[in-house]
Each structure stands twice: as C-alpha cells, then as structure tokens.
C-alpha cells in the first residue's frame, strides 16, 4: 500500500480486507505493529508531517478508499465533526498499539496467539479470523514461526481452532480466554 519513509498524499481508509503496518529494526527485522482491519484509517501520520511512518503491506486482497491529504486537511479545518472523526481514529490506533504492546508482546507463546486470536475474533464479524500467516503472527507477536506453528497446531488438535482450505480461522473464544 506504501512504504515507511516515503512521501504521502493519501490517507487511506481500508474498506475490505487485512493490511499489516510494519516497522524495520535496524538489523532489518521485521516487526507488525498493528493490524488495520475493514473501517481503520491508515496513514493519518501526514497531517504532522508528509511521509509514512510504517510500510503498509496487504495480508489480504483488500479495498482502500484513497482521501487526498489536502482534502483531509481542508475538510478537517473547516468541519469540527470531520476532525472529530479523525481524533477518534487516530486514538483507535494508539489504543491497538498499546494493546499489542502490553497483550501481544508479553506473556508465554500460547497466551500471545490466544490473545491474537481473540483480538481477530472480536474484530471480524462472525467469529471468522482472516488468514494470516504464521511469518505475519510471528513478527506480529514476537515469537518465532516454529513456535507459532506448534501453538497453532496444538490448539487445533485441543479443538479450540478450526481452519478451512483458504487458511480462515474460526476459534471458541472460551476456552481461549485468559
């Protein structure tokens, strides 16, 4: 969708879809920072400055709505409900932050993909998670692919996650829960 460093002119909101929000370390490390999901806003970090923060890479065939920045930051000025709106998102995104910082990165490997899991769950209308990799969890979690997997597969074999033949997800929230 676009890459961190690079110069912007659109805020983009996802209208379908899964688009992971990265942040490279130094060594080159990839590391998801956050989950934009149908309805999040993504590349708000314009309006303080005009390049992207994050890279942002489609995990799924997904549908962005592009907003011209000067369009945001002419209607943002001119309408307090518009700017609102976007206070609002812009908190909705540093609340998925903090979350994946105190719950996604802390804790044993299962409570991390648990806790993943229901985060999925809760965001995606009927109990169906979208496909994500395990590379994805990983560096979304902090954990390694292998680890991933094995946590993966035991709560499969435990009943507590389903998976069809496109890699969908249906998980029982209960016996996740912490």
Known sequence: VYGEGEAGAHVAVVRSGLVKLIRYSSAGDERIVRLAMPGDTIGLELMLGRRYHHTAVAISRVEVCLMPLHFVE????HAPGFSNKLIAEWHASVDDAERFLTELSTGSAQQRVARLLLYLHERVPGGECPNITREDMSALLGITPETTSRVVAAFKREGHLGEDA?????CAPSPLQP
Do not use: D, S
């Open 166 to 170: 496109q890699g969908h997800c249906r």
């Open 74 to 77: 002419e209607r943002a000025a």
